[in-house]
């Protein structure tokens, strides 16, 4: 399988960008906006020149700023699809399609992305889902050797997202490219990358398996991009194995972790039980929260819960035989194995 | 409810007044001689002269300032440099000169005795009456509006629609031709028409630095204004003429403007094949 190698720093307005990395699969870039995910992308398409660095697939330079090398976009076996897409508004969907085709038939193409019936279509009148579909299949009609995704399903709606989603994942799974795609959601990077890089101001915090992020989250800001509930406290040595933690609040909460000092309690929603009542003789979990009973978001067949500040991820059925209701109160508890403490 | 009456009544006689206003001088031009005579004047030699001088060294300068301009233009639109600004108050420039500035500031540059007449005195080019010191002067007052116009249309290109060609494979000519120019084809459109208008009326620039010689030099607004003193009527036959010529112009404009072009139609005008 090809490799896409780069190892670059690009100077952005707030902070500089530096990134080593290596692409054979899947790995997606997740961070909050302006952490430098989309030009990332840029500098492997050739659409930003970096200050120094390298970029190389299978050890063909496509940029090397010490030896001066910087080939042009249109000569980068690229494929980037862009967060709007990017769809030339004054061509026809074929037209689109077969714009980086280079004389190749595109027709197996549209039917592969099932825009086959809009080909003569423009790309206002298309739906946000066919859109997204279009610049698919215009990148790939390109022969692109690497695959760059920018945000590829952020302009989408909830419904048509899950859907969108899985065919993508399926998608770069069969083209087996190497493929850089950057989004700001984790969920959507865990379900389509083989490997996540968490980008916080320019640098890589983490890089690993979409599982390793969540049970071993270096330091703070990875946690709460994987989704976790993140309570910061002042640890100290408690009784026993355990690490006690004393939250703003005033109250303690304990952790199996080892640490000392201020530090970020990191739980995931999935490993919080919500209670109306709460009996401590009847229940092995030692941390419990008690809070008012803020938002309730149903996803799926589960519901999130906020009780106080922790999110809880409970099923629809739990939620409605507890009869949870905004405003109530709850009590939230989880167990000092189901903690992690990260530095803050 | 009076007030609002009034307030009204008001703005609907300004409107009118300003319309009449604009429009009284045209009617004028057509109802103090008759069609015929009118259409009679026109093989007038001095007439069907200065019209064919006009479109010649009109199409001649608005070539130059489409083939010169556009990629001004694209320059100025697209790169960020030191001075940038500066470079485009200074392409505006002629538009705000009084005509007189701009014929002076012609024959200091290209004049017998300008910066430049030795070097074109060397090379054996004497502009002084010649159809190329009308090209010239039309040039310089009319290109201003084309460019600046055709700035911001370039500016309106969407940069992710240029660099998604680019990706693409497409070089920078086959992005330009392909994606740029297909998408700012309005606003320079807009601007050449409005170019156009500009450099057909020029009068002050030509007669100062091209002089006002019948067949060579002489375009349609000197030749109004040499007739104006002997033979009111040609006059008047020939700014009828202009008016049907720029009118003609402002109707194709806006034509231009709304026009979306029907598939086949764009993909004949705008995508050369690779």
């Known amino acids: ?344 | 409810m009076m007030g609002r009456l009034l307030a009204g009544t008001a703005v609907f006689a300004a409107a009118a007044v300003a319309f009449g206003f604009l429009l009284l001088p045209i009617v004028a031009i057509f109802s103090r001689v008759s069609p015929g005579r009118l259409v009679a004047q026109l093989s007038h030699p001095v007439v069907t002269d200065a019209l064919v001088l006009s479109l010649k060294t009109n199409a001649i300068a608005q070539a130059l300032v489409l083939l010169l301009g556009t990629p001004a233009a694209y320059l100025l639109a697209t790169r960020r440099f030191p001075g940038r600004s500066l470079a485009v108050v200074l392409i505006e420039l002629p538009l705000v000169l009084p005509p007189a500035v701009a014929g002076i500031g012609l024959i200091a540059a290209f004049g017998r005795f300008g910066l430049l007449g030795g070097t074109l005195d060397a090379l054996g080019i004497r502009l002084g009456l010649t159809q190329a010191a009308v090209v010239i002067a039309v040039a310089y007052v009319a290109s201003p509006l084309y460019v600046r116009q055709a700035i911001a249309a370039f500016e309106e290109v969407d940069p992710d629609l240029v660099a998604a060609a680019r990706t693409l494979g497409a070089g920078r000519t086959r992005t330009f031709f392909r994606v740029v120019l297909p998408l700012a084809r309005r606003g320079l459109a807009g601007g050449e028409a409005l170019s156009f208008a500009r450099g057909l009326g020029e009068f002050g620039a030509t007669i100062m630095f091209a002089g006002s010689l019948q067949g060579v030099t002489q375009t349609l607004p000197l030749a109004i204004y040499s007739a104006f003193d002997l033979n009111f009527t040609t006059a008047l036959a020939m700014s009828a003429l202009l008016v049907v010529v720029s009118g003609a112009l402002l109707v194709a404009l806006r034509l231009t403007l709304q026009w979306q072009p029907s598939r086949p139609t764009s993909r004949f005008l705008f995508a050369p094949s690779r």
């Open chain 1, 1 to 344: 399988m090809a490799t896409l190698q780069t190892d670059f720093t690009l100077p952005l307005r707030a902070f500089a960008l530096e990134l080593a990395l290596d692409v054979s699969r899947t790995v997606a870039l997740v961070g909050p906006s302006g952490a430098g995910k989309t030009s990332v992308l840029r500098v492997v398409a050739g659409l930003a020149e970096p200050r120094r660095g390298r970029v190389s697939l299978d050890g063909e330079a496509w940029l090397d700023t010490e030896r001066r090398v910087s080939l042009p976009p249109e000569q980068r076996r690229v494929g980037l699809v862009f967060q709007d897409y990017a769809l030339f508004p004054h061509l026809s969907v074929r037209a689109n399609v077969a714009f980086g085709a280079a004389g190749r038939p595109v027709d197996a193409l549209l039917q592969r992305f099932r825009i086959g019936h809009l080909a003569s279509a423009h790309p206002r009148e298309l739906s946000g889902g066919e859109r997204q579909r279009v610049a698919l299949a215009r990148a790939l009609a390109r022969d692109p050797a690497v695959l760059l995704l920018d945000e590829p399903l952020a302009a989408l709606d909830a419904h048509t997202k899950s859907e969108v989603r899985h065919e993508l994942a399926e998608l770069l799974r069969e083209l087996a490219l190497p493929t850089l795609l950057v989004t700001h959601d984790y969920e959507d990077a865990a379900a389509l990358a083989d490997e996540v890089g968490v980008l916080v101001e320019g640098r890589l915090r983490q890089l690993g398996a979409p599982a390793e992020l969540v049970a071993r989250p270096r330091d703070a800001f990875v946690a709460s991009f994987t989704g976790a509930n993140l309570l910061r406290g002042r640890a100290r040595r408690g009784e026993g194995a355990l690490t006690a933690i004393r939250l703003e609040s005033g109250d303690d909460l304990y952790s199996a972790d080892e640490a000392e000092g201020d530090v970020g309690i990191v739980v995931y929603p999935w490993e919080v039980s919500v209670a109306r009542t709460h009996a401590p003789d009847a229940d092995s979990a030692l941390n419990v929260v008690r809070g008012q009973v803020g938002s309730l978001v149903e996803v799926a067949n589960r519901v999130r819960v906020r009780v106080g500040p922790v999110t809880a991820e409970v099923t629809a059925a739990s939620a409605a035989r507890l009869e949870l209701a905004a405003g109530g109160l709850a009590y939230a508890t989880f167990k000092a194995t189901g903690t992690r403490l990260v530095p803050l």
